[in-house]
């Protein structure tokens, strides 16, 4: 390994994606700079930074989008490196092209593989041409007057999707044909709002579909290697909550095949740094979904299995040096399972909360890794993404990681703003988790598991023991009581 | 005095009496020997003679704590402004918001007349768009919001009058 052609790493991100950077950069001697808007005072990266970039913005999330002001305060600290994170600029083409031609190192891939990833459109022909598999679709560019005829004739059920859409975002399934065009007038709304670009392509649902990922990291000397799947099946509104690898569904030659079908899209695309191929998997069969180019959420299962930092390799690969592994080198061991603990309540329809802080104790223990985006005293509005943290365990096999998972959540300390930890706990406490048996529409067929269960008697006699002891009024009044026996036995006698 | 606090949805009236190394417990929630010691930085719950540790932050009315794995929120209930609270709620003809979140497009003005299931209001919250429909005929009365603007959970989003 030779030295960086940068010492000082700019993160453009927030949260605990800009702690978990932060952590990285510094165990290779790069001083950190992270970037923040005010709204994120008292976040734990702001501490772990060597220096924070305060950047403006009329809300947080348009500071954190506000590439210009971002690349001026990499150059204003001394920065030869920007990390876009996950979210925010980092599947931004035009920011990857204006951080090169700033003259500093973009760590993520070229701006030629993010346009073609980019564009859901593009990337499926893409790989559809390279004779990859992709599920039965219909675009909007290709004749809009026959959109909606051309998407009856795939046959229900439907996925309409935005085409420059990403993470879930205006995605509804029709069933019902008849639907079909509010719905797609309503997708395209959303679209609109959100990507600037309405364009529409739908495509056969799978029922029941299970949603499995492959990592991929590929360095700027031709190399390309797979760090094996993620299974990500247990969604709500189409976001992951829980994340695991290996998938406990595929078999020894489905993994081999899905893997390399990612590796082999990445090759074809002269992919660099890290990426992830999406599919979406039902019965043996597996669908090319989308590419990822950046480091997703998840990246830490894969971390804890293959004893690798993807960070490092990222920054590393940015900075021109080959990966230095190759396919053989990569081994996996054990189990490891991710669990998004979010500001939100699961009772009422996983609607966010909001709160403050008041006290935080990460679990620890054998093979627990939290990571951590909040701080005490820290406020939680919904002005951002709901994620507080990521509890990642590893274990020798799957049932010893749900079993240290629980025990590491029921250890987790958050109060002030209502979270999703005991729901966490109760998804892995379900018998379907437990035999695998999930797909991407679980939750939705399982509502029991979102209710909130009532405590039982042996909890509400704790419960009102401790609201008694800590209320000052109460005991003052229990302990005005002997005080009064006392004085009234006295002048009896 | 007497206490009472929402747990879990139930109001549970408690109150304590000196024992001799800490309190006995009576109430809706039962009886028991409870106190709670501080040990070594940690708080930890007596009760009937067992101990675990607990993790409690008192934040006005509210009382955050984890306990047993759980984390709970409890709130102190004070009688007078139970009372109040109920005589204010009753009878409002109005939409709320479900979640925290961002007004979209305001669709309709003071005066309006709406028909049920006419959109009044889109807000958004998390990625998800949610139409406000009228929930009767009526006329609109007034409306608490405008588009961008982000309100909490249980906010005022407009208000009907029946047609008169």
């Given at each position: 390994m030779s030295a960086l052609p940068f010492d000082t790493l700019l993160v453009a991100n927030r949260g605990e994606i800009a702690l978990r950077i932060i952590r990285t950069a510094r165990r290779m001697g790069l001083r950190t700079v992270v970037a923040a808007h005010g709204a994120d005072r008292g976040a734990p990266a702001l501490d772990a930074a060597d220096a924070v970039a305060w950047i403006e913005g009329a809300t947080g999330v348009a500071a954190y989008l506000d590439s210009a002001q971002i690349i001026a305060a990499a150059r204003r600290h001394g920065a030869g490196a920007i990390h876009p994170g996950y979210g925010f600029l980092s599947e931004n083409a035009t920011f990857a092209r204006a951080v090169a031609a700033a003259g500093l190192v973009f760590v993520g891939p070229t701006p030629e593989a993010i346009d073609l990833m980019g564009d859901k459109i593009r990337a499926r022909s893409f790989v559809a041409d390279r004779g990859f598999p992709v599920a039965p679709s219909a675009t909007e560019d290709e004749d809009p007057g026959t959109f909606l005829d051309r998407a009856r004739a795939l046959g229900g059920p439907l996925l309409v999707k935005p085409s420059a859409g990403g993470g879930g975002k205006g995605m509804r399934i029709v069933r019902d044909m008849a639907l079909l065009e509010q719905e797609v007038a309503q997708a395209r709304s959303e679209g609109q709002r959100y990507f600037g670009d309405g364009r529409l392509y739908v495509e056969r649902f799978v029922e029941q579909p299970r949603h499995i990922e492959v990592q991929v990291m590929g360095d700027a000397h031709g190399t390309v290697v797979h760090l094996g799947e993620r299974e990500c099946?247990?969604?709500?509104r189409f976001q992951k909550i829980v994340e695991e690898t290996p998938s406990p569904v595929l078999t020894f030659e489905e993994r081999q095949r899905i893997c390399e079908t990612a590796a082999g899209i990445a090759r074809a695309a002269g992919y660099r740094n890290a990426g992830t191929v999406e599919f979406i998997y039902g019965r043996g069969d597996f669908y090319f979904l989308e590419m990822n180019t950046r480091l997703q959420v998840e990246h830490p299962v894969t971390e804890m299995v293959t004893g690798t930092d993807l960070v490092e390799m990222q920054i590393r690969v940015a900075a021109g040096e080959s990966l230095g592994v190759s396919q053989a080198d990569i081994r996996h061991e054990g189990h490891a399972i991710e669990l998004r603990v979010y500001a939100e309540s699961a009772a009422r329809g996983f609607t966010p909360t909001t709160g403050r802080v008041l006290a935080l104790r990460q679990p620890g223990g054998e093979g627990v890794r939290f990571d951590q985006g909040v701080a005490e005293g820290q406020r939680i509005t919904t002005a951002f993404d709901p994620m507080l943290a990521k509890l990642v365990v590893h274990g020798p096999d799957r049932a010893t990681a749900i079993a240290r998972a629980r025990r590491a959540l029921a250890n987790t300390v958050l109060l002030g703003c209502e979270t999703n930890i005991a729901f966490l706990d109760r998804l892995l406490a379900h018998p379907a988790f437990a035999a695998g048996e999930v797909h991407t529409g679980w939750l939705d067929a399982e509502p029991a598991l979102a209710a909130e269960p009532v405590p039982s008697a042996a909890i509400r006699l704790k419960l009102a023991a401790i609201a008694a002891l800590a209320t000052r009024a109460i005991r003052d009044d229990a302990d005005a009581v002997p005080a009064l026996h006392a004085a009234i036995g006295a002048w009896r006698n | 005095m007497r206490h009472a606090f929402d747990i879990a949805g139930t109001e549970t009236e408690v109150w304590l009496e000196r024992a001799r190394d800490g309190y006995r417990l009576g109430g809706d929630a039962g009886r028991a020997l409870v106190a709670l010691l501080h040990r070594g930085g940690n708080t930890l719950l007596s009760l009937d003679g067992g101990e675990e540790p607990v993790h409690l932050v008192l934040d006005g009315e509210l009382i955050h704590l984890h306990v047993a794995g759980g984390h709970y929120t409890l709130r102190h209930l004070d009688p007078a402004r139970r009372f109040a609270d109920a005589e204010a709620g009753g009878g409002a003809d109005a939409a709320r918001a479900p979640m925290p979140g961002t007004v979209v497009r305001v669709d309709v003005a003071v005066g309006d007349h709406v028909a049920t299931g006419d959109p009044l209001v889109v807000i958004e919250s998390m990625k998800l768009e949610t139409t406000i429909r009228a929930w009767h005929d009526g006329t609109v009365s007034a409306v608490h919001v405008t588009a961008g603007q982000s309100f909490e959970r249980d906010a005022v989003l407009v208000t009907l009058a029946a047609e008169a």
């Open positions: 099946s247990v969604q709500r | -």
